[in-house]
C-alpha cells in the first residue's frame, strides 16, 4: 500500500495541526494504522495506532489526552488530531500500514514497533515552537 501524508507544519505550543495520511494500491481496511515519529537525533518512536475496523487505538502515554487517531475506511484515510502541542512533539510524524492478520486488534507489542510495519509514507514535519 501507498501512503501520503500531510498536514504538518510550524504551530505555537498550545496550539493544534490535524495530519492526514491517504492510501492506496491495496485494500485499506485490511491494514491497522499507525502513526510514528522522528525527532533529530533521536530513534522513531510510537505515537498511536488504529486497528482495521477503527474499533480500537491506542497511544503512547505523552500524548494521551491531547492526540487523537480515527480513520474513515470510505476515503481510504488514517488521521492524527494533535492539541495542547507541546515543543517536545517536534519531529517529522509517518503514517505506516501493518496487515490486520498479524494482530487484529493490536492486542501485542508488535503494533507499536517501527519494524513490524511493511508500508510507510515520506512524513511531514510537525513544529512546535515555544
Known amino acids: 500500500v501507498q501512503l501520503q501524508a500531510s498536514g504538518g507544519g510550524l504551530v505555537q505550543a498550545g496550539g493544534s495541526l490535524r495530519l492526514s495520511c491517504v492510501a492506496s494500491g491495496s485494500t485499506f481496511s485490511s491494514y491497522n494504522m499507525g502513526w510514528f515519529r522522528e525527532a533529530p537525533g533521536k530513534e522513531r518512536e510510537f505515537v498511536a495506532v488504529i486497528t482495521w475496523s477503527g474499533g480500537n487505538a491506542y497511544y503512547r502515554d505523552s500524548v494521551k489526552g491531547r492526540f487523537t487517531i480515527s480513520r474513515d475506511n470510505t476515503k481510504n484515510t488514517v488521521y492524527l488530531q494533535m492539541d495542547s502541542l507541546k515543543p517536545e512533539d517536534t519531529a517529522v510524524y509517518y503514517c505506516?500500514?501493518?496487515?490486520?492478520?498479524?494482530?487484529?486488534?493490536?492486542?501485542?507489542?508488535?503494533?507499536?514497533?517501527?519494524?513490524?510495519?511493511?508500508?510507510w509514507g515520506l512524513g511531514t514535519l510537525v513544529t512546535v515552537s515555544s
Open positions: 505506516a500500514a501493518r496487515p490486520r492478520r498479524r494482530d487484529y486488534y493490536c492486542s501485542g507489542y508488535g503494533c507499536r514497533d517501527p519494524v513490524s510495519y511493511d508500508d
